[in-house]
């Protein structure tokens, strides 16, 4: 079988490195399950194709250009493909086109859909709500040219496509074992996360200024920040107001080395905990990354893809209430498993190529 897999996104931009890292494990995935894949993404500003360059500087919008370069080179990109695969990165003239020359061809298309509904994500400014217009007119219309959606949620069917449920997994070949056990003495919590809203690190924030304010007998508890993104300002008042720039540290964006050494330092993972903020339809990736590290989680939400009565997946309500800090260092504390035992379980049940399956079979 073989497959194209186009994305939308920059390789090397920080904002992206999630997302990469995602995308990089479904097509590893594919690999893995005998599918001859090839690839189209951004690295720098450039359009490439597997390793070969193709098109220099995709101006703004990136999300409209990159589909119209992918139109201009079609004839080189398109082969005798079984299907493509595509993130999908909102409706636009070109997408749209590139839908209808694929039909003609007699590729079948699948889009991911990261989340849905995903009407939360477009702001109110002019730009942006003619992109949801223009959005709406295209979604009408994908019925006719895209055979599947996969998708996190667990609709039957969206804009009238059939859905494939598939749910964020990892890529353990790129995730390393966290060194050393857990500590009891300090508890050192570590959130990485293009900076949103719905990640609720504003809960743990406030619930450290509650807990260093309260009469308990304390150990210490801090909070590592890793990542950039448009919450990250909210984030940095926040702890300014609460006088928490000792606990509380933004590190930027962080990957390789430097990422594993700050994994090493510490011992609980923050997963989203507001997912309330968003409207729903999230899967975050970033609970199962944690317990690939060999980690113990907190989060917010139930993940279909996790037991959630494992000891070491510790949930709270999603609500705005500040994070119970002494309950989280308590129900840490309670923790028996070795980092090698969490590892254990993702590679059993959160692996890429459980998930990747799916579409294989739908075809």
Same mark, same amino acid.
Do not use: C
């Given at each position: 079988?073989?497959?194209?897999?186009?994305?939308?996104?920059?390789?090397?931009?920080?904002?992206?490195?999630?997302? $990469?890292?995602?995308?990089?494990?479904?097509?590893?995935?594919?690999?893995?399950?005998?599918?001859?894949?090839?690839?189209?993404?951004?690295?720098?500003?450039?359009?490439? $194709?597997?390793?070969?360059?193709?098109?220099?500087?995709?101006?703004?919008?990136?999300?409209?250009?990159?589909?119209?370069?992918?139109?201009?080179?079609?004839?080189?990109?398109?082969?005798? $493909?079984?299907?493509?695969?595509?993130?999908?990165?909102? %409706?636009?003239?070109?997408?749209?086109?590139?839908?209808?020359?694929?039909?003609?061809?007699?590729?079948?298309?699948?889009?991911?859909?990261?989340?849905?509904?995903?009407? =939360?994500?477009?702001?109110?400014?002019?730009?942006?709500?003619?992109?949801?217009?223009?959005?709406?007119?295209?979604?009408?219309?994908?019925?006719?040219?895209?055979?599947?959606?996969?998708?996190?949620?667990?609709?039957?069917?969206?804009?009238?496509?059939?859905?494939?449920?598939?749910?964020?997994?990892?890529?353990?070949?790129?995730?390393?074992?966290?060194?050393?056990?857990?500590?009891?003495?300090?508890?050192?919590?570590?959130?990485?996360?293009?900076?949103?809203?719905?990640? %609720?690190?504003?809960?743990?924030?406030?619930?450290?200024?509650?807990?260093?304010?309260?009469?308990?007998?304390?150990?210490?508890?801090?909070?590592?920040?890793?990542?950039?993104?448009?919450?990250?300002?909210?984030?940095?008042?926040?702890?300014?107001?609460?006088?928490?720039?000792?606990?509380?540290?933004?590190?930027?964006?962080?990957?390789?080395?430097?990422?594993?050494?700050?994994?090493?330092?510490?011992?609980?993972?923050?997963?989203?905990?507001?997912?309330?903020?968003?409207?729903?339809?999230?899967?975050?990736?970033?609970?199962?990354?944690?317990?690939?590290?060999?980690?113990?989680?907190?989060?917010?939400?139930?993940?279909?893809?996790?037991?959630?009565?494992?000891?070491?997946?510790?949930?709270?309500?999603?609500?705005?209430?500040?994070?119970?800090?002494?309950?989280?260092?308590?129900?840490?504390?309670?923790?028996?498993?070795?980092?090698?035992?969490?590892? =254990? $379980?993702?590679?059993?049940?959160?692996?890429?190529?459980?998930?990747?399956?799916?579409?294989?079979?739908?075809?």
């Amino acid at each position: 079988m073989k497959a194209l897999y186009i994305a939308a996104i920059d390789q090397f931009n920080p904002l992206d490195f999630g997302v $990469y890292n995602k995308i990089e494990g479904q097509i590893n995935a594919f690999k893995k399950l005998d599918v001859d894949i090839s690839w189209v993404l951004i690295r720098g500003g450039d359009l490439w $194709y597997n390793n070969q360059l193709l098109y220099r500087n995709i101006s703004r919008p990136v999300h409209i250009n990159f589909f119209r370069v992918i139109i201009k080179h079609l004839d080189q990109l398109i082969q005798k $493909y079984d299907f493509v695969y595509i993130r999908y990165a909102r %409706g636009n003239i070109f997408y749209y086109l590139l839908l209808k020359r694929l039909k003609e061809r007699g590729i079948r298309v699948i889009t991911e859909i990261p989340t849905f509904p995903y009407d =939360s994500e477009f702001d109110n400014n002019p730009k942006q709500l003619l992109y949801r217009t223009i959005d709406g007119y295209i979604t009408k219309r994908m019925h006719k040219y895209v055979y599947r959606i996969a998708t996190t949620n667990n609709y039957n069917f969206i804009f009238n496509i059939p859905t494939i449920k598939i749910k964020n997994a990892v890529n353990l070949e790129k995730i390393k074992l966290r060194k050393g056990e857990i500590k009891k003495n300090t508890y050192n919590l570590i959130g990485v996360a293009n900076l949103a809203k719905w990640h %609720g690190y504003d809960r743990i924030i406030r619930g450290l200024k509650e807990y260093y304010d309260s009469n308990l007998d304390k150990v210490d508890v801090n909070f590592f920040i890793v990542g950039e993104g448009n919450e990250k300002q909210n984030l940095l008042e926040l702890v300014k107001n609460l006088n928490l720039e000792d606990r509380v540290k933004f590190l930027g964006a962080q990957t390789g080395g430097e990422l594993d050494n700050l994994f090493n330092n510490a011992n609980i993972g923050v997963s989203s905990l507001a997912l309330n903020r968003a409207g729903g339809g999230h899967d975050p990736i970033k609970t199962k990354e944690f317990i690939a590290r060999g980690m113990p989680v907190v989060l917010g939400y139930e993940d279909k893809l996790i037991d959630m009565n494992l000891s070491y997946v510790i949930r709270f309500d999603d609500d705005e209430s500040p994070i119970n800090i002494n309950y989280l260092v308590n129900k840490v504390r309670e923790i028996n498993s070795t980092p090698m035992e969490i590892r =254990s $379980y993702a590679l059993s049940n959160l692996v890429w190529e459980k998930q990747m399956l799916k579409v294989i079979n739908s075809l």
